[in-house]
């Protein structure tokens, strides 16, 4: 027999994990003073553009000597930006501990063929942090956004590191505390934690990055849209709002209004407290659910913004790979079909299985509304796979 559903339903059942759920009480009416139909180059354009760059530094506590651009792609481009540019010097550690990191993998390996180590693990775990050697430059994602795993502090980055730590942190900034005097290259997107829209990235560098882009030159070719630097000099203008190329200003107005609300909570305090708040929902309700685990075995090492969960009900154990991939995917649609949870299923290269977004923008009152849903939606599924077997 199918369980009775829940009573209550979340607010908003948007718990993308990219584009994400956009902060409360945003409406169209949020856009109205975007500068449609002018040029970016343009005073007025550029100074909103310009004014994405100095909140974005002053809500995330970003040194006053660090650069800050406005970069295409996404966070993708921004990291890639970032390697193509930087890589070759040193030998490079590549870590990698879900789908993001595997990616910028098959960059260091397969693309600029620089050489390299891969230090990995499987999803839901860390790999051995020790193991990284500071003399190299190094990439990795702060929060594994497929995965649900986040390294927990910066104490394992070198002080006096010789390499560049790179790192992409798409689904950590504005979620989670950075510490810039460990970093050199930070990345992240619009459409995450603030829930701005996508294809901007956002590409911040250290003075220790500035220098490497100086005094080296890429043994590969370099695309317009990658290039930092002019004659040998730093092209500054990338880091004042003058974009590689034409960003959308109906994006840059909804990206000033995000950023407007983070100030109006309290800053990235305040943003962090709401995201916080989320994963401990979460982890009350894994506390008391026969159905649900974290992915991130480790409590010190699971994301508060993308929370992934293991379904660990009896009758999905008992079921083999394929049949468990087929379930989960049952599970995620039950819930879309019901209006519930949108765009809950967990990545498609993760094991099979849930993620909710919880960045700052979703109410903990709608992750807790939620979350029934889910043991509802797993036992739904589990008693019609059931059925046909005790018909025999």
Not at 3 to 27: D, E, H, L, T
Not at 108 to 123: M, N, S, T
Request: proline share 7%; glycine share 8%.
């Amino acid at each position: 027999m199918a369980p009775a559903a829940p009573s209550v339903r979340p607010s908003n059942p948007c718990f993308s994990s990219g584009p994400c759920a956009k902060r409360p009480g945003w409406s169209l009416a949020a856009l109205d003073g975007a500068l449609l139909g002018r040029s970016h180059r343009a005073k007025e354009p550029k100074a909103k553009l310009a004014a994405v760059i100095d909140r974005s530094k002053a809500i995330l506590g970003m040194p006053a000597d660090w650069r800050l651009g406005i970069v295409p792609a996404s966070d993708t481009g921004a990291i890639e930006i970032a390697m193509w540019s930087l890589l070759g010097p040193r030998l490079v550690d590549a870590v990698a501990f879900e789908s993001f990191g595997e990616a910028w993998v098959t960059d260091v390996a397969k693309q600029l063929k620089v050489e390299h180590r891969v230090i990995k693990a499987p999803y839901g775990a860390l790999p051995d942090l020790a193991a990284v050697d500071w003399s190299h430059d190094v990439v990795f994602t702060w929060n594994g956004t497929t995965s649900g795993v986040r390294v927990p502090n910066g104490d394992w980055i070198a002080a006096g590191r010789e390499g560049l730590a790179i790192c992409d942190a798409t689904s950590a900034a504005f979620a989670m505390e950075l510490p810039w005097d460990r970093l050199d290259v930070v990345t992240w997107s619009w459409q995450k934690v603030l829930g701005g829209e996508a294809a901007h990235g956002m590409l911040a560098l250290s003075p220790r990055a500035v220098e490497r882009l100086l005094t080296h030159k890429p043994a590969w070719p370099m695309p317009k849209l990658f290039r930092l630097t002019s004659g040998g000099k730093l092209s500054e203008g990338i880091f004042k709002g003058e974009t590689i190329n034409t960003p959308s200003m109906l994006c840059v107005e909804d990206a000033l209004d995000g950023l407007a609300w983070a100030e109006g909570i309290g800053g990235l305090p305040g943003l962090i407290a709401r995201t916080e708040a989320n994963l401990a929902a979460v982890a009350r309700f894994v506390a008391a659910s026969p159905n649900y685990d974290f992915l991130a075995a480790d409590p010190a090492t699971r994301s508060p913004t993308a929370i992934c969960l293991s379904v660990t009900a009896p009758w999905f154990k008992a079921l083999g790979a394929e049949a468990q991939a087929d379930a989960a995917k049952k599970i995620a649609s039950l819930l879309e079909k019901e209006g519930v949870a949108l765009d809950a299923g967990g990545y498609r290269d993760a094991p099979p299985g849930l993620r909710l977004w919880g960045g700052a923008t979703v109410e903990t009152s709608d992750i807790e509304a939620v979350l029934p849903w889910l043991d509802w939606a797993a036992d739904s599924v589990g008693a019609a796979i059931a059925a046909p077997k005790a018909a025999e």
